[in-house]
């Protein structure tokens, strides 16, 4: 039976609780691995699986299964099993307008269009740029795509069906020479891998020249820098500093915190202006609809300095009486959704990159990005950082962390560029308590901040 | 023509805490079904999320020409084992066991607002091969983790505190160190940069590059960062550091791999100082021509590929407490997250949050500080100690060492 009418079938009105969903995910994934010329995994994963909820009470039951034939009785079963929990603050659901979003748009364009034989030929085709090189040890390449399909329906009237797509790849290597060594990696996001190939060489070779000087690069003397983020590295601030932040159920149950965060307050330098927006197609945030049925908005979280919004769920909302900026997520159908980001960005300004760093007398540029963190200090391992001497990028330095205070560093960004950029991802995504990896994609322009930790 | 086939069954049942309330219970019940046909030197394999039948998961696999792997090694053959490990709960169990979880550091530290997840796990799995293996495992296990938040604070997080166990209880003891550190959390101590006794109570990101070396790939084609220093003293002779498959107390339960290989309690990774072993599984073993480890592990939808079960510290001479008292300064890192150690060895983290000791007694939170250090040094000159206790319920030894602390 179609997943649609299966959901029709369920009978809401018999439930005794206060609210209820189902969220039903159909997806395909691929997964390829060369290591050296070696194929170490080629292997394709469906799955159907459903997530199912039910709130009475103020207290929540889910059930996550693959076992889609029962779903009424999944629900008699939670009726009974939230009763386990000791009695909760009343919670009640908002009334919603009965809506139904319909949002197909990648079914022709998707990963699945390539067959396994095609990803396979474009990763083994990244191998000999990287078997050329003297210097590379252990190189090795990964492929992943994920074409994704979404149903649901809520009690209150509310459904939605919608696609999720992405792919791509990263080519990851060790230059070696003697005793000294750099790892690096470049990194692809598409929609499919047809026709990718060979551009995706010409990058690659791009990346391995450009890599080589860091081999014998002296480690950066740890200190307080004047710094040049570029638009990749930005972005990952951006999401990790305030992005974090601005989840809103980090706020709950802090009567302090509602009264310090509230809107309009100054928190960063007067040129800075954050946005979560899942409104971009083709890229890891897209995001028409949440995953209990909120229409995602552009959501300015900071704007001209201050404090302008923050991120979501329903049921946050009502608690710190705002309203759903549609950004509950769960990271597939095992999971319940939880205030997760989008596509978080810096908005661009009007100075090229070529003039940020004109402007400086003596600082570091920092360019791509390993991975980061947020929590009190926020903390960045970037995968490259040039010395700047009088307003020119001069020699490479090892970097193995910048970070800072997160308010401080707002309030330390002189500069914005116009370079705007979102980076998307198919390998790694965001990681929330259990929840990793979810799809998003950060960006911005590149930056300048007046002071930053370098070690 | 092998025929293998591997069915897991998990069931969890997991309590979500949100700002201090128990308000969220998630019952997860999943199938996981793989098949890998061994045929002419090629591995075919197909996989699903749920029920299906074996028929179908073989005739999958056998169409699947463009996924099949390449392999040349011996199979295991006619290997029977059956058992059963830790402690089955009931589901008001896990709910009680939640509650007095969190009533008890709610009582010790009213300070904090408390987030995290307590979960339950039943794991059924079966490993049928038609070369003569049946391998039947069931365990059930538990464990979490919660966020601490300071009230009033402007972060994200404050702390956090992570538990698991096998025997379907946890001793609440076993968290005084934790609760002493944090009654002192309001005091932030004025401290000078500079050289400082630091001892890593849970998470050891420092040992990055030496994890890396332990993974055949990375060690023998000469990119991993201890390449070709196996049979080599490269730390400090005191440390010892294994690879460990079973240890029930913690809720790890392993005696065969993934490929039916028996494996040791334990495997030596470093011993007195020494790199003793990096991990193998059957492919990889032939490979480089090294001695099986029985670190074959896959999970329904992956290839096979040599992974670690969990990486420890083999415990010292001394207490936690004793190592602290030791030391007329000393810093306890809870938590260092987001550092990271360059392609030369020099390691570098923020302090998330840290705590400040004079001979053994605490006198409050360090401010917001750097630590770096070389990893060599780190394990060779500048080590200190191993614990002989662990800081959680959690298999986890405390490191000491000297380290530079920045302002």
Redesign the interface.
């Known amino acids: 039976m179609e997943i649609s009418k299966q959901l029709e079938l369920i009978d809401f009105s018999s439930l005794n609780v206060d609210y209820a969903d189902i969220r039903v995910e159909k997806t395909d994934e691929t997964m390829i691995l060369y290591r050296e010329t070696d194929l170490r995994e080629a292997t394709e994963s469906p799955s159907l699986g459903a997530f199912l909820r039910v709130l009475k009470n103020g207290n929540w039951a889910f059930k996550a299964t693959t076992e889609l034939n029962n779903l009424q009785d999944e629900f008699k079963k939670l009726e009974a099993r939230v009763e386990l929990l000791p009695e909760g603050e009343n919670l009640s659901w908002p009334k919603r307008e009965a809506k139904h979003y319909e949002v197909m748009k990648y079914a022709e364009i998707s990963c699945n269009k390539a067959s396994l034989k095609e990803k396979k030929e474009f990763c083994s085709a990244l191998i000999p740029t990287l078997m050329e090189e003297e210097m590379i040890q252990g190189p090795i390449v990964v492929y992943k795509d994920q074409y994704k399909e979404k149903w649901f329906r809520a009690s209150d009237g509310v459904s939605y069906h919608y696609d999720y797509n992405h792919a791509g790849a990263y080519a990851a290597f060790t230059l070696k020479d003697g005793e000294n060594r750099y790892d690096d990696s470049h990194k692809y996001f598409f929609q499919n891998v047809i026709g990718q190939k060979d551009k995706a060489i010409e990058e690659l070779k791009k990346t391995i020249a450009k890599a080589k000087p860091f081999v014998n690069a002296p480690t950066v003397e740890a200190g307080k820098y004047r710094v040049v983020l570029d638009s990749e590295i930005t972005g990952i601030f951006t999401h990790e500093s305030f992005g974090h932040k601005s989840e809103a159920d980090f706020m709950l149950g802090d009567e302090t915190m509602k009264a310090e965060w509230e809107m309009g307050k100054k928190v960063a330098s007067d040129i800075l202006s954050i946005v979560d927006d899942g409104n971009w197609p083709e890229t890891s945030g897209d995001l028409p609809v949440d995953d209990e049925g909120n229409k995602k908005e552009k959501t300015y979280l900071i704007k001209d300095g201050k404090l302008a919004g923050r991120l979501h769920s329903t049921q946050t909302a009502i608690m710190l009486d705002e309203k759903p900026t549609g950004n509950a997520r769960a990271m597939n159908f095992q999971y319940e959704p939880i205030v997760r980001m989008t596509n978080t960005y810096i908005e661009k300004g009007e100075k090229s990159l070529d003039q940020l760093i004109a402007g400086i007398e003596s600082g570091l540029f920092i360019e791509g990005a390993r991975h980061g963190m947020g929590m009190s200090t926020f903390t960045i391992a970037p995968s490259k950082a040039y010395k700047i001497q009088d307003g020119k990028i001069t020699d490479p330095v090892k970097v193995s962390v910048i970070s800072g205070n997160v308010f401080e560093t707002l309030n330390l960004i002189e500069e914005v560029g116009n370079d705007f950029h979102i980076a998307s991802s198919s390998l790694g995504g965001c990681g929330k308590m259990e929840q990793f990896p979810l799809p998003v994609a950060d960006g911005g322009p590149s930056i300048v901040v007046s002071e930053m930790t370098v070690s | 023509m092998i025929e293998e086939y591997k069915k897991l069954k998990t069931k969890n049942l997991t ?2 805490i ?14 996981k079904n793989s098949a890998r046909i061994f045929n002419d030197g090629k591995i075919f ?1 197909a ?5 299906i039948e074996r028929e179908e998961l073989k005739t999958r696999a056998l169409q ?1 020409q ?5 392999y040349d090694y011996d199979l295991n053959s006619n290997v029977t084992h059956k058992e059963d490990f830790g402690k089955r709960l009931e ?2 169990q896990v ?1 009680a066991l939640t ?1 007095k979880l969190v009533d008890h550091f709610k009582k010790e530290l009213p300070d904090f ?1 408390y ?3 307590f979960d339950y796990e039943e794991n059924d799995s079966d490993l049928e091969v038609s070369s003569g293996i049946d391998l039947k495992v069931t365990n059930s296990h538990a464990g979490g983790y919660f ?1 601490l ?1 300071r ?8 702390s956090m505190v992570a538990f698991g166990t096998g025997t379907g209880d946890i001793d609440l003891n076993s968290f005084n160190h934790f609760i002493d550190l944090h009654k002192k959390f309001d005091t932030v101590v004025d401290m000078e940069a500079g050289k400082y006794p630091v001892i890593f109570v849970s998470e050891k990101d420092f040992l990055a590059k030496f994890r890396q070396s332990c993974s055949p ?2 060690y023998h ?5 201890y ?1 070709g220093k196996l049979g080599e003293k490269i730390f400090h002779e005191d440390i010892n550091f294994n690879d460990v498959r079973c240890d029930e107390k913690h809720g790890l339960f392993a005696k065969y791999d993934h490929e039916a290989q028996a494996v040791e309690k334990e495997l030596p990774l470093i011993k007195n100082g020494v790199f003793t072993n990096i991990i193998y599984d059957k492919k990889t073993a032939k490979k480089y021509d090294g001695k099986l480890t029985g670190n074959g592990k896959r999970d329904f ?3 096979m ?1 040599p992974m670690a079960y969990t990486f420890d510290f083999a415990p010292g001479k001394k207490s936690y407490s004793e190592l602290v008292s030791s030391q007329d300064k000393c810093i306890v890192i809870i ?1 260092a ?8 060895g ?7 949050l840290g705590f400040f000791l004079e001979n053994g007694e605490i006198k409050g939170r360090t401010p ?1 500080i ?1 630590i ?1 250090g070389n990893i060599n040094k780190m394990m060779g000159e500048d080590f200190i100690a191993i614990s002989n206790d662990e800081f959680f319920p959690l298999r986890s030894h405390s490191f000491m060492c000297h380290m530079n602390i ?1 302002k």
């Open positions: 309590i979500n949100q700002a201090d309330a128990i308000n969220e219970i998630r019952e997860k019940m999943l199938e394999s996989n699903f999320l749920g029920k699947n463009y996924g099949a792997l390449d589901d008001t709910v509650k607002i987030s995290g997840k966020v938040k009230k009033g604070s402007p972060n994200i997080m404050d790939d990375q084609q000469g990119s991993a960062f390449s939808n992956t290839a590929k938590m997250g987001g550092g990271d150690t360059t392609s030369s020099d390691y570098s983290s923020p302090v998330q917001e750097t770096t920045l």
